[in-house]
């Protein structure tokens, strides 16, 4: 593998890995519709202030969303509008595994009978 391939690979990684936590999922999910300051997104979440900043700046520094301050307010929104793409793909390969398991699971059942 070239060296670029790997590092472009290395970059993917990291995304993956900023979006590989059940939190900032929701975060991402709740800024499809609408920028958010992060009292508001921790209220939505169930989480404290603190714990919310942790998970916007993992997802921050993965570029995945951009904040703008507004006097003392910080509104994070995502950085593009094709972010939310990357959890529909996961949605496809739930759907196609589920499908695939869900048959699997069904002819292991006619067997047992």
Known sequence: M???DRSRNELRANILKALANVTRVCIIENLKDSPYNVTELAALLGESNSITSRHL??????GLIED???GTTVTYSLASNGIPDILDSVDEV???NYEKYHVFFSK???KER
């Open 57 to 62: 700046n993992v997802l921050k520094s993965a």
């Open 94 to 96: 739930i759907k196609m």
């Open 108 to 110: 292991e059942l006619i």
């Open 2 to 4: 070239a060296n670029r």
């Open 68 to 70: 703008e301050k507004t």
